[in-house]
């Protein structure tokens, strides 16, 4: 039930988020979902791909400083409230949240959000207990 | 003249004076020193052998990787006891470099700067304010004795804080400011701003070292602080500041030779060069008592002359330092090595640190810039570890060099490599 991101390093330089997108593309790989942390002089770049594992091979072969990380894919009702829903039971657990964004795309019945957490197993099993959807991994990835 | 009958004593009897100290330091260097006395033996010279000024290239050379190999007080020729004074500058590796005082060499460590301070005009009739740093660098405690012992009123106001420097330079009337010159000349930009009159004000003369500077930064000092600049040089290891210094004439600084040795050798080869020629400076300490130094490799590039002063002095003169044969830099006056930035990073786990120093001057205070590459092993996908990594490098590096530099974190492989090698250093400063 858990999702492989690719995260990595940029400077805050024009023309970074350019090059490294050219690169996973010229590898056909498609990108799912993204964000970026940024600070003054650096952002981070997190990437939910089709191909992870190759992703980070040809990003690595390419000298980006990247890393793979687990996250949770959450199905979150398409309503007022359906984001909260899923924050609070999280809250109640104790399970902080370190980062979270939205999907690009749309699952059939609701919104996609990834979750980055420290305890991802706890996590997961909580969810899915409260009757709450976590995407597996491989179809996350065939979006 | 503070002391005319040493400073312009004629050569002759100079160099009888010189043979007959080195004599006696080679001589103590041996019965004191085990790190000496194993050197004349695979030389195969003992003591005896110094018979004139010229069996000083007899003599093995001493370089700063032997002060480290016997730190802390292994090079001391005197036992601690003995000892009163101990001071030291940051090393390469973590490990400071370390040097320590008799009551006798505190003495003439004194003696030095009171010649100093009097070369530039000075009296006891002065107010000296000595803005160089207090503490295990050489200058701030150096110049104090120094003007003390020449019966001039010190302030010893130590570096930094510059309201105030400005503050007590016009309302205590200080005549004589010592300190680097990129901090006179910033001292000079921020007076306007306190509404503080430097040009028409007391202050008449600059006591400036610790740092290269240059013939152009002395006529910008002259001419904003309405004052005279002189250079002073010196290092620790032999002394502290006062080894040579600047007469009125301005025209090279005259090294303290009856209590210093200079010699001027190629660097590669080691081989003495005549006056005249630019080379390494060397130097031997011939009175000193708990750290003596024989032939010590400054690593400072730069140019005796035995020509007259129109002064009357009679001691050697040395240029402006010209540069150094290893990458040391000096910022903010402090001493910097590239390898302590990669000794940092070493001890946060880098196997390979790929850095560069980024060294520059805005308006007149020095920057420091370390661009640091962001290994898959420090890299964290989150910005909170990330800027954390930053402030625990910018601490450590901080607390290491004794200056703050700032941290950038950059991608890997875009720091240049020249032929495999990284290049450590971009001095961008123009002195």
């Known amino acids: 039930m858990k999702v492989q991101q690719i995260s990595v390093f940029l400077e805050n330089k024009s023309g970074r988020l350019a090059e490294l997108t050219n690169v996973l593309g ?100 909580l969810l899915a207990k409260r009757s709450v959807n976590v995407l597996k991994g491989s179809d996350v990835y065939k979006l | 003249m503070y002391n005319p009958e040493s400073e312009s004593m ?10 007959e100290r080195l004599q006696k330091t080679v001589r103590r260097v041996y019965d004191n020193v085990p790190f000496y006395k194993e050197k004349f033996r695979d030389k195969g010279i003992e003591p005896g052998d110094i018979k004139t000024l010229e069996d000083l290239t007899l003599l093995p050379f001493t370089v700063k990787q032997d002060l480290r190999d016997n730190y802390p007080f292994g090079l001391f020729a005197e036992p601690m006891s003995e000892v009163v004074r101990i001071h030291a500058s940051s090393g390469t590796t973590g490990k400071p470099t ?23 005009g000075g009296t006891k009739g002065d107010v ?47 005549t004589i400011l010592c300190c680097t010159p990129s901090y006179a000349l910033f001292l000079g930009e921020e007076a306007g701003e306190f509404g503080v009159d430097l040009v028409n004000g007391k202050l008449r003369a600059g006591i400036f070292g610790a740092e290269p500077w240059s ?38 600084m005259h090294v303290m030779e009856d209590y210093f040795i200079p010699e001027v050798i190629d660097p590669q080869t080691g081989e003495p060069l005549p006056y005249g020629s630019k080379g390494e400076i060397v130097f031997t300490t011939i009175t000193k008592e708990a750290f003596p130094l024989l032939r010590y490799r400054t690593r400072d590039i730069s140019v005796l002359t035995e020509e007259k002063c129109e002064c009357g002095r009679t001691f050697v003169r040395m240029d402006r330092v ?53 290994s898959e092993k420090m890299f964290s996908d989150e910005v909170r570890k990330m800027e954390e990594l930053e402030r625990r490098l910018g601490h450590e590096i901080a607390s290491l060099l004794g200056i703050s530099a700032k941290i950038k974190l950059v991608e890997p492989k875009t720091i240049p490599r020249s032929e495999g090698k990284a290049k450590r250093v971009i001095d961008k400063r123009e002195l």
């Open chain 1, 26 to 125: 010229k590898a056909a790989i498609n990108i799912r979902a993204l964000s970026i942390a940024d600070t003054s002089d650096f952002g981070i770049l997190r990437l939910i791909v089709n191909k992870p594992e190759e992703a980070f091979r040809i990003l690595k072969d390419d000298g980006f400083s990247v890393s793979i990380t687990d996250v949770i894919a959450v199905e979150v009702q398409d309503e007022p409230g359906g984001l909260a829903k899923v924050l609070e039971i999280l809250h109640s657990a104790g399970i902080n949240i370190e980062y979270l964004y939205a999907f690009l795309e749309k699952s059939s019945n609701g919104a996609l959000v990834v979750f980055r957490v420290e305890q991802v197993d706890e996590a997961v099993e």
């Open chain 2, 10 to 19: 004629p050569r002759e009897q100079l160099r009888q004076l010189q043979l």
């Open chain 2, 98 to 120: 370390v040097v320590g005082y008799t009551q006798n060499d505190i003495d003439t460590w004194s003696e030095l700067i009171a010649r100093c301070v009097a070369m530039v």
């Open chain 2, 128 to 174: 000296v304010q000595v803005a160089y740093g207090y503490g295990l660098f050489t200058g701030g405690l150096g110049l104090h004795y120094g003007a003390e012992r020449l019966g001039a009123s010190v302030i010893p106001i130590s570096g930094g804080n510059t309201k105030r420097q400005l503050m007590l330079m016009e309302d205590f009337g200080t």
């Open chain 2, 215 to 252: 013939e152009k930064m002395r006529d910008e000092l002259e001419k904003n602080l309405g004052i005279k600049a002189y250079n002073i040089y010196g290092l620790s290891e032999i002394m502290g500041p006062g080894v040579s210094m600047e007469c009125e004439c301005q025209c090279g």
């Open chain 2, 322 to 374: 010209m540069g150094r044969t290893d990458d040391m830099l000096i910022i903010r006056g402090v001493n910097v090595f590239p390898s302590q930035i990669e000794s940092v990073l070493l001890n946060f786990g880098e196997t390979e640190p790929h850095y560069l120093l980024v060294v520059d001057r805005q308006g007149t205070l020095d920057t420091l810039e370390v661009l640091v590459e962001v």
